[in-house]
């Protein structure tokens, strides 16, 4: 249990177009949902707390406007890049907390398998 | 952010020695968290630690959280070429604030 899933994997895109990254949770609801960002042999950074049902709040430095986040339902949450350009390319992983509580680990995020974003 | 400093950076060791490595923080954090992650996948939960003093195993792997609640070691024992990873320490505040290390690359050789 607990599989969060990312979709898709890989992108490539040409500068100025915006892409979307979605991040599901499979197998349970989550009110909240986290993006993150990790740039090659870094370390993961928080970029926005996405919250089912209303505004996402970002990390300082984050611009939400480039970086639009929507969580309509509580398995699926978006990231959309737009006007995506060469220094947006990275992982972006997302993490989903588990609404009911049903994991050992309190407060346990579990994490997707990342997108790869290459920005041409 | 929070800055989390993790030592070494890297290592590389023979299949079958113990390996530990540390992380430590200018600021106080109520849970301790131990990940690993593969290349290309997301980080995968090996351990939590939530009290002042904890010493926690999972199997091969045991995890301390600091007295000082600012630091915080993984060992891993016999290690085996599965160990190839990155292994990030995870300090976080409340429900929501999660604060990743700057992670330890560890080589296995068979």
């Known amino acids: 249990g607990a599989v969060v899933s990312q979709h898709p994997s890989r992108v490539i895109c040409k500068s100025g177009t915006s892409v979307k990254i979605e991040c599901r949770s499979l197998?349970?609801?989550?009110?909240?949902m986290f993006w993150y960002r990790q740039f090659p042999k870094q370390s993961l950074m928080l970029m926005a707390t996405?919250?089912?049902?209303?505004?996402?709040?970002?990390e300082q430095g984050v611009e939400k406007d480039k970086f639009l986040i929507n969580h309509a339902s509580l398995t699926l949450s978006t990231l959309t890049v737009t006007s995506a350009h060469p220094e947006d390319s990275s992982f972006y992983i997302c993490s989903a907390r588990d609404q009911l509580g049903t994991s050992e680990i309190y407060n346990e995020q579990f994490f997707g398998p990342g997108t790869r974003l290459t920005v041409l | 952010g929070q800055q989390l400093n993790q030592s070494p950076q890297s290592m590389f060791i023979q299949e079958g020695e113990d390996v530990s490595m540390n992380c430590t923080s200018s600021?106080?954090?109520?849970?301790w968290l131990w990940y690993k992650q593969d290349p290309g996948e997301g980080p995968v939960l090996l351990i939590a630690?939530?009290?002042?003093?904890e010493l926690t195993s999972n199997g091969r792997l045991t995890a301390q959280f600091g007295i000082t609640r600012k630091d915080s070691f993984l060992n891993i024992s016999a290690s085996i070429p599965s160990d190839v990873g990155i292994y990030f320490c995870?300090?976080?505040?409340?429900?929501?604030?999660?604060?990743f290390g700057t992670g330890t690359r560890l080589t296995v050789i068979p």
């Open positions: 630690l939530y009290k002042a003093g």
């Open positions: 600021s106080i954090f109520n849970t």
């Open positions: 996405s919250n089912e049902g209303s505004k996402a709040t970002y």
């Open positions: 197998d349970f609801q989550a009110t909240t």
């Open positions: 995870a300090g976080q505040l409340g429900a929501n604030n999660l604060f």
